[in-house]
């Protein structure tokens, strides 16, 4: 399908409320033909809410859209994607057991032409080739890596005739390289007129691949349509959130003999569809130490974590906590001695998102017996979250409010908030700062940190390299669910990406 190019969009004075509270207030920008815009603002500044009005989830309160000099409404999803304009969310929503190609014709069922496989493949095929990206249109869903699915997601949004694609956080969850080969095929877009918005909290990727930038602050737009070109990336992180540090490298707390904390050997486990997940892994973590895992998206690292924690049963190996062994230790039993886990998709593993703040705050605790056996006073369970939500900057959160509304960025402080409680031994933390803008990166960084300061320890699974480097006191490389290398914490980028790819 496609549609003739547009030449601007225009979002004007967009207002919307949600009961009390105003999210957006006279928020706006514009966007050309051929351009790429970044949208920025910190954790619950309003981009989503901004987004979900342009694509019709949300209907403002005032303002409006314009787009080539004619007003329109966009008043549901069908909408929008009827003006041409699609967005790639940062949870894909693409059907597992369907391939690519039937995922397509799914959310074409209003273009009739694309209702054969054969031609929705084939179309896909044409997109991804116009981008300079691989995509086997047949290939099912649940065999794809996270970015081979964020590839199907993009070039199912174009092939539905989107001239106006909005990305949201589109690296968050990509190796450097997968980011580098996405962020070149959104130029090449933008080269073909469509135009881009992309909302990310990597302030290198703004400076690098963005013609023009607006900042949202609590909901008003501070700055907008700047040109990229002449600002700095601490210019924009200051015109985001006045001054904040960029992240620099954490002193160790390694103690020089410090004594084993988490110690695994020889643990081997396997997926559902029978496949090796991590084969042979040894890991031994001491106190005072954070060991990052670098590694290509979906090499075993989700699993690790799920066989460290108990979440996934292990083939063979031996785990031990403290010189106790918890091989055979339920999920309960092993967060009782001070495991902690957060996982890099909160949504699915990490929250209950239908229940208040404070129940998902509270969960672990309740389930452990640690805020009554016999009877749980709600008061004292509001007062809790109240404290969480002040001391860990969960703006947007009342103890009361359902965690779905949460923008990303704080709900990922709020499982932060739970895990790196007091208990809190050994933190097995996947992708901590998914999501978070850079003021709260360097909170999390310290919160880690302090972890370690009182004789914890951190496992920190990452692809991003630069999160790695900035905090761990040894670098072991995955590579199909073994661990390939071990590096000191002072390695190069080069050096670990040379072992990421298998090389020695
Ligand atoms: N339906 C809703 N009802 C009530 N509040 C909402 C609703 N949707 C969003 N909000 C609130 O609006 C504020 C802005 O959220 P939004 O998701 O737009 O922020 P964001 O800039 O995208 O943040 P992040 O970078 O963390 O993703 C948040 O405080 C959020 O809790």
Redesign the pocket.
Known sequence: MSQADFQTLHLRGLCKR??E?T?LDNAGFELNSGEVHALL??????????MNLLTGVYVPDQGEIVLDGQPCSIRKPADATAHGIGMVHQHYRLVERFSVAENLILAADRVPELQRLSVAAKTLQTTAEQLGLTLDPYARVADLSVAERQRAEICKVLALGARILILDEPTAVLTDAESASLLAAIQRMANTGKGVIL?T?KLREVVGHSDRVTI?RQ?KTVASNLSTGSLTQAQIAHLMMGDVAAPQRQPSNLQPHGADLLVAVGLNASRNDGSTAVSDVAIRLRRGEIVGVAGVGGHGQAQLCEALMGLLPVDSGSLQLDGFSISNSSVSQRRGYGLRYIPADRAANALALELPVSDNLALTQVASGRKGRLWISPKGLSQDAQKAITEHRI???SPQGVTR??????AQKLVLARELDQDCVVAIAHSPTR?L?VKSCGTVHAALRELTSRGGAVLLISEDLEEIMTLSDRILVMNAGRITGELPGTASANEIGALMIGGH
């Open positions: 949600f009961g509270r999210v603002g910190e954790n619950g500044a309003g981009k989503s809410t901004l909302i909290h949202l909901g703006t947007g959160a509304l949460l923008s990303g960025g704080n999501g803008d």
